[in-house]
């Protein structure tokens, strides 16, 4: 099939206008399986390769060719920034068509929204959340403006395959087209897809058609790519450690004042006339990275080159970073969190720095991917920082885990093209409240039997029981969340209406309370635990004063000064796969050399694996420490090492009068034991070996709150969730039965 010859003429007009030689692989691929079957179709292919085009050219030839009579496609975006950018990049491509595009979160214009629900038509972009919003608020429109929806697309459906907020969204997708009777076809676009096989099931699901990943002709991916290590505290405190193979390493620049910290001055002086995005893996590390870089700019007398992008900034502040950003004239850099992550276009950035390791392949892949558009190759430079231990540490804190670490995301990929698949077997107590609670309020009274049909043949709920439902829904009653009207049936009750009254009820993703920070007439963003009165705030790259808080509504008022101080906006979750942590291990097995390695972060890892061969770290997981103290290395995954830690706490401790463990998850535990290591190992073995419930492995009394809506639920479900859903035994038991047993065996 020609593709091109059957997209519609304002397609190829603007092919020709765009000066495109040829269509790209993927183009042709997503093409072919859009014009000619009536499957689903995840297009999975790299940054900047064209994924939007090849899913809307031919979408937008048949919603022209036989215009639809609603909404013809529904747009779902994880950003408002990427909805932003989208828009105006179809708003242009649509020029002189029929097809409307309409934008709905919650900064559109809301003569918009009205105009598209008088007459809906073209295709709508919105998040998740305003979709809930929009079937809560606007039910008996659902059906008006989407009966003959032809397509839902879903960008950067990797996003959504690990997460409640993913499962929210097909959940809505679902009960969307169960209302509206339609029947449309799901396209995914993602870079960063892992074991695309589930992830086509996960898009199909609840449907009757398959999902066709088409596959494009490979274009070669082309980085550049380095990677540099630094000790915070070198200057100050660091002395060579011979017996350890440890060096203090020193490679500070030139442009940076004196006395500055060598990791900032080495990003100062390598951004310089540069347009670059510097990304961490925290907002308060990206407030105080901005702070840092701007004193700098300040000490050299130079005008200030840094912008600041995170999801607590206010959206005047983030769209004008956005804006520099896409002026090619202006050589700014910024620093961002994971909101620049996604494929919002952001013009011809030079260089992505990445300042340690992200947790994740796909979060890798997608920073470096916010580079090398227009032709360019992607460039990376990561730059990894350790605290220098002191005179008393021990042997773990002496390995630079953020820098083997960093190796280890970039060797799957190298080696595998591996990254995170889509998280399954969860279960998902928190979003069935959620979704309980939406479907009541948008429907009204519901007999009991019939909300258990809405809810239960959702497929994202395929593995809560009725059982597990009924209790929930006998507690909801109890708490006043749900009542039950005179008929039998049930109603949002009085607790319930105060959740779901409030706009915070649209997301399920974990929230703070947050205070929105002002400084004269303008709203900076929003903060967690605003310091008192007088004292300093940090906030938009910036240190502010406190001059008044209003604690009722929520608002702090501030000034402008300087200085450097921490930011706070909560906790900052870390899940990595077991995967990256083998391939740590590997790295410090092997004597490969990495080409894109700089001179003190190759000379780090020979330290490393020197101290690491030195120590017996690498050939036995558990490690003597000196007198009663050991060390495990388990190498497992966040949830694996997370279940570890209870597993030995709850069935081994009392047996090895075991005591104080400590773990820096998810890379090693201490812990003192009253046990030789023989009884440590055949401990475990026999333990890991019975039968027992995973409810065990909690706490007496514990209610392990793990998701946003887990304190509405029973705490029975609560347990059972954390148990079954989060906690990881089934890796733990291999662990223990496999290599554990099998090491054991070896050393004697």
């Known amino acids: 099939m020609d593709v091109f010859s059957h997209y519609a003429p304002f397609i190829q007009n603007y092919i020709y206008d765009h000066n495109w030689q040829e269509l790209r692989g993927i183009q042709n691929a997503a093409g072919r399986a859009i014009f000619e079957t009536d499957s689903h179709v995840l297009i999975s292919a790299s940054t900047a390769s064209g994924k939007t085009e090849a899913a809307f050219f031919p979408i937008l030839t048949l919603l022209e060719e036989h215009p639809s009579s609603s909404v013809g496609c529904l747009y779902i975006a994880p950003l408002k920034a990427l909805i932003n950018d989208q828009y105006d990049r179809l708003t242009d491509l649509c020029a002189g068509t029929d097809i409307t595009i309409t934008k709905w979160h919650g900064d559109a214009s809301q003569s918009a929204k009205r105009k598209l629900l008088k007459h809906p038509n073209g295709i709508l972009q919105i998040t998740p959340e305003s979709l809930e919003a929009l079937m809560m608020r606007k039910h008996m429109e659902i059906p008006n403006l989407f009966h003959d929806l032809r397509f839902i697309v879903i960008d950067e459906v990797h996003s959504f395959l690990r997460s409640d907020r993913g499962g929210q969204t097909f959940c809505l997708i679902n009960r969307l ?401 077991t995967k990256i942590l083998k391939r740590m291990k590997q790295v410090l097995e092997e004597d490969l050399t990495y080409p894109y390695l700089m001179n003190n972060a190759n000379k780090r890892l020979e330290q490393a694996r020197f101290t690491c061969r030195n120590s017996e770290m690498l050939g036995k997981s558990l490690i003597h420490l000196g007198g009663k103290m050991y060390c495990l290395f388990p190498w497992l995954g966040t949830y694996a090492f997370l279940c570890l830690e209870r597993f030995l706490k709850k069935r081994c401790a009392k047996r090895l009068h075991l005591r104080k463990l400590n773990p820096q998850r998810p890379y090693y535990m201490t812990f003192y034991m009253d046990a030789t290591e023989d009884e440590f190992y055949e401990v475990l073995y026999e333990e890991a070996n019975q039968d027992f419930d995973l409810l065990e492995l909690l706490y007496d009394k514990e209610i392990p709150n793990f998701d946003k809506y887990d304190e509405y639920l029973p705490p029975e479900l609560v347990r059972k969730g954390f148990a079954y859903g989060v906690l990881d035994w089934n890796q733990v038991k291999n662990y223990v039965m496999g290599p554990l047993y099998n090491e054991h065996h070896v050393i004697n």
């Open 177 to 577: 087209a169960k209302l509206a009777g339609c029947d449309p076809r799901r396209i995914g676009l993602s870079a960063t897809i892992g074991r695309p096989e589930i992830a086509a099931h996960f898009l199909a699901a609840g449907t009757k058609r398959k999902t066709i990943v088409p596959k494009g002709k490979g274009e070669k991916v082309r980085w550049r790519l380095s990677m540099q290590h630094f000790f915070k505290n070198g200057d100050e405190a660091a002395k060579d450690e011979p017996e350890l193979g440890l060096k203090v390493l020193d490679e500070k620049t030139d442009e940076a004042p004196d006395g500055a910290d060598h990791a900032m001055s080495y990003i100062f002086e390598h951004t310089k006339g540069k347009k670059c995005l510097i990304f961490t893996n925290s907002r308060e590390e990206c407030e105080a990275v901005c702070q840092k870089l701007r004193h700098y700019c300040e000490l050299k007398h130079e005008p200030d080159r840094f912008m600041i992008h995170h999801g607590n900034l206010s959206t005047s502040y983030r769209e004008s970073a956005e804006e520099l950003m896409k002026d090619d004239s202006v050589a700014m850099t910024t620093c961002a969190t994971a909101t620049l992550e996604l494929g919002i276009d952001i013009g011809q950035l030079e260089r992505a720095f990445q300042i340690d390791a992200p947790f994740t392949v796909s979060s890798f892949l997608q920073r470096m991917g916010r580079t090398g558009r227009r032709g360019s190759p992607c460039e990376m430079w990561f730059v990894m920082q350790e605290d220098y231990p002191d005179s008393r540490a021990m042997l773990p804190e002496y390995v630079p885990w953020s820098l083997i670490q960093g190796i280890a995301l970039v060797q799957v990929y190298l080696e595998e093209r591996w990254v995170e698949p889509p998280r399954t077997g969860r279960l998902p107590y928190s979003l069935l409240y959620h979704q309980t609670m939406s479907t009541l309020a948008s429907t009204g009274e519901q007999s009991p039997a019939m909300l258990a049909s809405r809810i239960l043949t959702l497929p994202y709920f395929h593995n809560i029981s009725q059982d597990d439902f009924r209790v929930l829904l006998k507690h909801l009653i109890k708490e006043h969340h749900i009542e039950v009207t005179a008929r039998g049936g049930l109603i949002i009750g009085i607790e319930g209406e105060k959740i779901i009254n409030s706009y915070k009820f649209y997301a399920v993703f974990q929230e703070n309370i947050e205070y929105h920070v002002h400084a004269d007439t303008k709203e900076l963003g929003t903060i967690v635990k605003p310091p008192p009165v007088g004292e300093r705030v940090a906030i938009a790259g910036r240190v502010w004063t406190v001059d008044e808080i209003d604690h009722e509504h929520h608002h702090v008022y501030v000034h402008v000064v300087k200085g450097e101080i921490p930011a706070y906006f909560g906790d900052v979750p870390g899940d990595i796969d």
